[in-house]
C-alpha cells in the first residue's frame, strides 16, 4: 500500500498505471473508518485494478462548526485497516494541497431542487462543499470507477449531479453501493462513534422506524404512518429533523403512497448532540 500526501505525487502516480492499461477505483471519505468504508473498498477492489481511498475532512461542507471540530480524526488507525482490507493507494492531503487557493473563492454548482429539500434544507451550503471537494479529488485522481455508500443518498445524488455539469459522466462510472448496517440495523457511520452507551442502543430505532414505513407501505394512510414514526422517535429521545418520503429518481417529496414510482424513506434525527442520517428503500417498480 503507498500513501501520498501531495496531489501531484498521487496524480503522477495514477497517471503512469492508467498508461500500463489499469483501471483506477476511487472511494473518497472523510477517515474515521468503519466496515461501511471497507466494504466501497472491496467493492473497488472487485471492478479496478487500482482502489485509491482518500482520508480528507473536508472543511467546506460542514455549516456547524461545533460539528467539524468534533469530527473524529484517526489517520494512523485508518490506515492500518486500509492496509490490511488490501488498499492499494491511500490520499491523505492537507487543507492546502486541496485548496491551494484557499476557499474565498471557490467554483458554485447548480444543483437544483437538491440543495432545497431535506439535508440541502437544513444544511444550508453542505452541498456546494460536498461538490467542491469531490471535483477536486476527482481531477487529481482521474478514476475510472467512484464508490459511495447509499447511506448518503442525497449525497450521491448531489455527486451524480456534479459528474454530470463537469462533463465526466462519459468517463467516471458511479457506483452506489448498500448501506451498511449493524446487527440492530442501525447504519454503520463514524458519527455512532460520538454516542454514549445508552444512546448507541436507543439509535437502533431509526431502523425501526424505516422499517415500519417499509411494511407499510401502501398499507395505511400516508400521513398518519408518518406522524406515527416521528411520535415513535420523540418518545425514545430523538429530535427528528425531518422524515420525507420522497421519488427516488426525481428526489421530489410524494404526499401520498404511489406505486407508479421508486420511493425511499429519507430521515435525519438528533440523540443527544449527535446528528444522525439514514433512508430506506420503500418500493421499487417492477
Not at 407499510?216 to 429521545?237: C, D, N, R, T, Y
Not at 414510482?261 to 449527535?274: E, F, P, S
Request: proline residues 3%; hydrophobic residues 40%.
Amino acid at each position: 500500500m503507498q500513501i501520498f500526501i501531495r496531489a501531484a505525487e498521487v496524480q503522477a502516480f495514477l497517471k503512469d498505471q492508467k498508461k500500463r492499461g489499469k483501471t483506477i477505483g476511487f472511494v473518497p471519505t472523510m477517515g474515521a473508518l468503519h466496515q461501511g468504508h471497507i466494504s466501497l473498498m472491496e467493492a473497488s477492489k472487485s471492478k479496478s485494478d487500482i482502489t485509491v481511498v482518500s482520508l480528507f475532512v473536508n472543511p467546506t461542507q460542514f455549516n456547524n462548526p461545533e460539528d467539524f471540530r468534533l469530527y473524529p480524526i484517526q489517520p494512523e488507525k485508518d490506515t492500518i485497516m486500509l492496509k490490511v482490507a488490501g488498499c492499494d493507494v491511500v490520499f491523505m492531503p492537507d487543507a492546502e494541497e486541496i485548496y491551494p487557493q484557499g476557499t474565498a473563492q471557490l467554483s458554485t454548482y447548480e444543483l437544483g431542487n437538491l440543495e432545497t429539500i431535506m439535508e440541502g434544507k437544513f444544511r444550508p451550503h453542505h452541498f456546494q462543499g460536498v461538490c467542491q471537494v469531490v471535483n477536486r479529488l476527482l481531477d487529481i485522481v482521474n478514476p475510472d470507477f467512484l464508490f459511495l455508500g447509499r447511506k448518503d443518498f442525497q449525497q450521491c445524488k448531489v455527486i451524480e449531479q456534479l459528474i454530470s455539469l463537469t462533463g465526466n459522466a462519459h468517463r467516471i462510472h458511479l457506483v452506489i453501493c448498500p448501506t451498511l448496517r449493524e446487527a440492530d440495523g442501525l447504519a454503520m457511520s463514524s458519527r455512532n462513534m460520538r454516542l454514549s452507551e445508552e444512546e448507541r442502543k436507543t439509535a437502533a430505532m431509526i431502523y425501526k422506524g424505516l422499517m415500519h414505513l417499509k411494511n407499510q407501505f401502501g398499507q395505511s394512510g400516508f400521513l398518519e404512518e408518518k406522524k406515527s414514526v416521528i411520535g415513535m422517535l420523540e418518545a425514545s429521545g430523538f429530535s427528528v429533523e425531518y422524515l420525507e418520503i420522497v421519488d427516488s429518481d426525481a428526489m421530489e417529496t410524494i404526499s401520498e403512497w404511489d406505486f407508479n414510482k421508486n420511493i425511499t424513506a429519507c430521515i435525519a434525527v438528533y440523540l443527544g448532540k449527535v446528528r444522525l442520517i439514514d433512508n430506506m428503500i420503500l418500493h421499487i417498480v417492477q
